[in-house]
Structures are given as C-alpha cells and as structure tokens.
C-alpha cells in the first residue's frame, strides 16, 4: 500500500531551493484512486474518535482536510496565512530556518471542548503544526490526533509537537 502511493508522489529536486528535494503531492492528487485510497486510510484510522472539525493548513492540507472532513460528517477548519481570513482571528507566529511566519485561525471557529483533528499534507520540521496546535489549544479545542499525510522522518519534525497522536501514511526516511 505505502508503496504504491509513494511511486504516485513526484519529487522535485532543489526546489524551492538548492538541495531541498520538494515531494509533489498534486501527482497523486490527480490519480483518483490514490486521492480516495489516502482519504479512506485516514477515514479509517480516525472514523471512531467522534471528530467535531478536521483543521488543516493552507494550502494542500486543505485538500485532505476537506475531503477527510466530508468522509467523517464533522466541521473543516481553514488555518491561514495572516490577513486571508476576513472575521476576527487569532494568531500564532513559528520560527522557519529562514525566518519567520505566521497563520490564523477564526476566533469563533472552535468551541471550547470540540474533538479537533488537525491534518496537513506533509511534517518536515513540524513548525507550522505546532503552531497550529497552539491555536486549537488556545480557542479550547481538544486535539484527538495530528496527521499527515506524508512525513521527512529525517528532518524530527515529531519532535517538535506536544501531541502523542501523531499518524502518517508515507515516510520518507532520507532525502
């Protein structure tokens, strides 16, 4: 299984710089089967949580977000990048190698109790969860898992997040 859905991931050397090699998720994106396939892999892993919202990142978490949401009859939750949201929101800053950045969430877009499960394409060095969790935390949210869809075992992205339910379809264990 894992196989088969990795040979649908196109990787792109030195993009978007040199030495990064960059895992293309639109490449299975464009294959049905293997779109539904991950979404019932994570249906299947998380239909039992009474999940309330799936919350995913911009942009390509959005995708699985959306369709995992639809597939468990709960809420979807858009996290963004600042100034993309037009009601209130709040806001959680996380370092890059680079720099830093920021994303944004609705202040009204978790009640305090709600089962969140915060889903994104790819864990590379785990910033832009973690600060994704920060927020769902703030806003009172219980996290019932994070997962992705693929992770840079190699880069300890994990190490970075708080949370123990951590799930993830594809490894890749070196670049």
């Known amino acids: 299984m894992e196989s088969e859905l990795l040979a649908k991931i196109r990787s792109i050397p030195d993009f978007p710089k040199k030495g990064i090699v960059f895992r293309d998720v639109t490449t299975l994106l464009k294959d049905g089967r293997a779109f539904a396939r991950v979404v019932e892999l994570l249906y299947e892993h998380y239909k039992n949580e009474r999940v309330g919202k799936v919350a995913s990142v911009e942009s390509r ?57 915060l889903l994104d394409d790819l864990l590379a060095t785990g910033g832009t969860m973690a600060a994704a969790c920060k927020l769902v935390r703030r806003l009172g949210g219980t996290i019932v898992g994070v997962a992705f869809v693929i992770e840079l075992s190699f880069l300890g992205g994990r190490k970075l997040l708080d949370e123990k339910n951590i799930y993830t379809l594809l490894h890749y264990d070196s670049e």
């Open 61 to 117: 978490g959005f995708i699985f977000g959306a369709a995992l949401a639809y597939k468990l009859r709960a809420g979807f939750v858009p996290m963004r990048k600042p100034g993309k949201l037009p009601a209130e929101t709040i806001r959680e800053e996380y370092a890059l190698e680079y720099g830093k950045d920021s994303i944004e969430v609705h202040r009204d877009a978790i009640v305090s109790g709600e089962r969140i499960l």
